[in-house]
């Protein structure tokens, strides 16, 4: 079987848990000795046999992103000529993959990693874009032949916002992690080397700077950590000029009343954030949108307790009382994730975090669970197989 997975990211380019999904699901899909696994992703040409990049089309440099990206598409969609099955992932190859199933008649798989109505404030950043981002996915969802949902709460969203879609099309796959790269691994010097005291409690934080991920409430609720416990910033990308500002205002606040706030601010490799997680006390996941959080399983697998918001697939992964703690959220019916009770919900992540670092050995016993829970329920090999299921069901 020739399977074609369409990316925007695929490394060395992954900036977010859509890339890291795909960089794992294709090297697991390669080592079934009867599928030709053959990736197709943007920016430069890759040296990886079997992996081929498409630039920008140099006619749409000065176009706006998302017309640039449909323009990466056109070529990526031809060059599908004779696959069995074509699976995209993220908007951004979407259409990529809708124009190959219809131009060569190869059943198109969609992966749900995320949701264009359930991310609004997408129109910050792409401008008009976002319609056409918002085009591209409904399009492409409502024609698939199925659509894979990383977490139960996924399916939920994507049978909500697009509810033409046949509900017997969508298959949960959870997302996985590679449980021997991702595991405790203490480098006090490399920790030392990144601002951050290892023999000191932290708080543990790794995303990109966009409102799903929650942080200037995280930041607000940093506020009540006791005056010891470091903040560990690891958070870049910014998605406007205007979320930055806010970010900065907010830590610039938080270093004028307390020591041990640590912002690294570019993408460190995955060996440095491995030590940060086997430093730190708790990991926090402020999320206001959250499909399932490969971040969070990443902090499991290092034996990290998780503080997480109750939302989206959060709760299939990170389990209240056992492997971290999770705080309730109620939120705005908008599609925007926005807390109903903006305070409430600070001061309801300010406790948990402060309860979940003033008992450290408790936080190490929920760590060890959660690295167990990844090992036992999200391995690559077990999400690889299930995508497999889901492509043979449709030949």
Same mark, same amino acid.
């Given at each position: 079987?020739?399977?074609?997975v369409?990316?925007?990211?695929?490394?060395?380019?992954?900036?977010?848990?859509?890339?890291?999904? %795909?960089?794992?699901?294709v090297?697991?899909?390669?080592?079934?000795?009867?599928?030709?696994?053959?990736v197709?992703?943007?920016?430069?040409?890759?040296?990886?046999?079997?992996?081929?990049g498409? +630039?920008?089309?140099?006619?749409?440099?000065?176009? /706006?992103?998302?017309?640039?990206?449909?323009?990466?598409?056109?070529?990526m969609? @031809?060059?599908?000529?004779?696959?069995?099955?074509?699976?995209?992932?993220?908007?951004?190859? /979407?259409?990529?993959?809708?124009?190959?199933?219809?131009?060569? !008649?190869?059943?198109?798989?969609?992966?749900?990693?995320?949701?264009?109505?359930?991310?609004?404030?997408?129109?910050?950043?792409? !401008?008009?874009?976002?319609a056409?981002?918002?085009w591209?996915?409904?399009?492409a969802?409502?024609?698939?032949?199925?659509?894979?949902?990383?977490?139960?709460?996924?399916?939920?969203?994507v049978?909500?916002?697009?509810p033409d %879609?046949?509900?017997a099309?969508?298959? %949960?796959?959870? /997302?996985?992690?590679?449980?021997?790269?991702?595991?405790?691994?203490?480098?006090?010097?490399?920790?030392?080397?990144?601002?951050?005291?290892?023999? @000191?409690?932290?708080?543990?934080?790794? !995303?990109?700077?966009?409102?799903?991920? !929650?942080?200037?409430?995280f $930041?607000?609720?940093?506020?009540?950590? +006791?005056?010891?416990?470091? #903040?560990?910033?690891?958070?870049?990308?910014p998605?406007t000029?205007?979320?930055?500002? =806010?970010?900065?205002?907010?830590?610039?606040?938080?270093?004028?009343?307390? @020591?041990?706030?640590?912002?690294?601010?570019?993408?460190?490799?995955?060996?440095?954030?491995v030590?940060?997680?086997?430093?730190?006390? *708790?990991?926090?996941?402020?999320?206001?949108? =959250?499909?399932?959080?490969? *971040? /969070?399983?990443?902090?499991?697998?290092?034996? #990290? +307790? %998780?503080?997480a918001?109750?939302?989206? &697939?959060i +709760? =299939?992964?990170?389990?209240?009382?056992?492997?971290?703690?999770?705080?309730?959220?109620?939120?705005?019916?908008? &599609?925007? &994730?926005t807390?109903?009770?903006? =305070?409430?919900?600070?001061?309801? $992540?300010?406790?948990? #975090?402060?309860?979940?670092?003033?008992?450290?050995a408790?936080a190490?016993v929920?760590?060890v669970?959660?690295?167990v829970?990844?090992?036992?329920?999200?391995?690559?090999?077990?999400?690889?197989?299930?995508?497999?299921?889901?492509?043979?069901?449709?030949?």
């Amino acid at each position: 079987m020739r399977i074609d997975v369409l990316s925007r990211e695929y490394p060395p380019d992954v900036y977010g848990g859509a890339g890291v999904h %795909v960089a794992e699901l294709v090297r697991a899909l390669r080592s079934d000795p009867g599928l030709d696994v053959r990736v197709r992703c943007f920016g430069p040409e890759r040296a990886e046999v079997g992996t081929t990049g498409y +630039p920008d089309p140099v006619e749409l440099a000065g176009a /706006n992103a998302a017309l640039r990206s449909m323009g990466v598409d056109l070529p990526m969609a @031809q060059d599908c000529d004779g696959a069995d099955v074509v699976h995209s992932h993220t908007w951004y190859a /979407n259409f990529g993959g809708h124009l190959a199933s219809l131009l060569h !008649g190869a059943p198109h798989v969609v992966t749900a990693h995320s949701l264009e109505p359930l991310r609004p404030w997408k129109a910050e950043q792409l !401008g008009g874009g976002y319609a056409l981002s918002s085009w591209v996915e409904k399009t492409a969802y409502e024609a698939a032949a199925a659509v894979i949902a990383v977490s139960a709460g996924m399916r939920r969203d994507v049978l909500r916002s697009y509810p033409d %879609v046949d509900p017997a099309r969508v298959h %949960v796959v959870h /997302n996985g992690i590679d449980t021997v790269d991702w595991s405790r691994r203490p480098r006090p010097d490399a920790v030392r080397a990144l601002g951050v005291d290892p023999d @000191q409690p932290s708080v543990v934080f790794v !995303g990109r700077i966009t409102r799903q991920k !929650g942080l200037p409430y995280f $930041l607000r609720a940093a506020a009540q950590l +006791p005056p010891d416990v470091q #903040l560990v910033l690891c958070a870049g990308a910014p998605d406007t000029a205007e979320i930055m500002a =806010e970010v900065e205002a907010l830590v610039d606040g938080l270093r004028t009343t307390r @020591q041990g706030v640590v912002w690294i601010d570019r993408m460190l490799d995955r060996e440095d954030v491995v030590a940060l997680l086997s430093s730190g006390t *708790v990991f926090a996941c402020p999320s206001v949108y =959250e499909p399932l959080g490969i *971040v /969070n399983l990443e902090a499991m697998a290092c034996e #990290l +307790p %998780v503080v997480a918001t109750a939302t989206g &697939g959060i +709760p =299939e992964v990170v389990q209240d009382g056992e492997t971290g703690w999770l705080v309730p959220i109620e939120q705005v019916d908008d &599609g925007s &994730g926005t807390p109903v009770d903006p =305070e409430g919900f600070v001061a309801d $992540l300010a406790a948990a #975090l402060v309860d979940a670092v003033s008992d450290p050995a408790r936080a190490r016993v929920r760590g060890v669970a959660g690295r167990v829970r990844a090992e036992q329920e999200f391995g690559w090999a077990t999400v690889a197989a299930r995508t497999l299921e889901v492509y043979r069901s449709l030949r």
